[in-house]
């Protein structure tokens, strides 16, 4: 089965300043999918942003983007301008492309828990 | 959009008795999935299902039964529960891998405290 490894259980930003949050992963699979969530106070699973293996240009939602490293089995995602409602868990996901049991499940880090100072 | 609604949202049991988190979906996904999160440890996966009728499981499925009778609702049972099982319970439903890059879509979980 896949891993996922996110090596910073918790992290904290100043507000209106950047930070990056770490996820490694381990495959032999060349076509997957990769997501970042956001899980606030509230509970809730709130999708951030998604990027396909096959693509080379890093996925960007407005503040949020990701820095994509398919050699390096590495999926960083990059908080700009943090703001306090960023304050969260964030997961990192994996989803292979393929048919059948790998294709089924959603391999999900332990989560890093980002504090954002006022 | 309803999206993936869990019921109950909270419940405390005590150690033996039964219950069913019901889970429900209206997005027509065929694939439906129960976690369990507790700190420290990420969700771990329960069981799953890739379509109606059928159930597989997951990293830790054992105390757990599931069952998948409508394609819209995955039921997920404690026979007797433990306090070992206090977490907390997501579910969540998402399209067939293959064909797209889609998410899964996530219920906002059942908080399950047995005493």
């Known amino acids: 089965a896949q891993t996922v490894t996110q090596s910073q259980p918790e992290m904290s930003v100043q507000e209106a300043e950047t930070v990056t949050l770490s996820c490694t992963y381990d495959?032999?699979?060349?076509?997957?999918?990769l997501f970042w969530y956001k899980q606030p106070p509230s509970r809730q699973m709130i999708l951030v942003i998604r990027?396909?293996?096959?693509?080379?240009q890093n996925a960007t939602e407005n503040r949020f983007s990701v820095n994509f490293q398919k050699a390096a089995k590495s999926f960083s995602l990059k908080i700009s301008d943090s703001q306090l409602g960023d304050a969260a868990m964030y997961f990192c996901?994996?989803?292979?492309?393929?048919?059948?049991?790998?294709?089924?499940?959603?391999?999900f880090g332990t989560g890093t828990s980002l504090t954002v100072i006022p | 959009n309803a999206g993936v609604t869990q019921t109950p949202k909270f419940r405390v049991l005590k150690t033996g008795q039964s219950m069913t988190l019901l889970c429900a979906q209206d997005?027509?996904?065929?694939?439906m999935y129960w976690y369990r999160q507790d700190p420290g440890m990420g969700l771990r996966l329960i069981h799953y299902?890739?379509?109606?009728?059928?159930?597989a499981k997951g990293e830790v499925p054992d105390g757990y039964n599931v069952s998948r009778l409508k394609k819209q609702n995955f039921l997920l049972g404690l026979e007797s529960a433990a306090p070992s099982q206090t977490s907390v319970y997501f579910c969540?439903?998402?399209?067939?891998?293959?064909?797209?890059?889609?998410?899964?879509?996530f219920g906002d979980g059942t908080r399950l405290s047995i005493l």
């Open positions: 996901a994996y989803r292979s492309a393929q048919w059948g049991n790998t294709g089924n499940q959603f391999y």
């Open positions: 969540a439903s998402s399209t067939q891998a293959l064909y797209s890059n889609q998410p899964q879509h």
């Open positions: 299902s890739v379509g109606e009728g059928t159930t």
């Open positions: 495959t032999s699979e060349s076509d997957y999918y």
């Open positions: 990027q396909e293996a096959y693509k080379q």
């Open positions: 997005m027509n996904h065929e694939y």
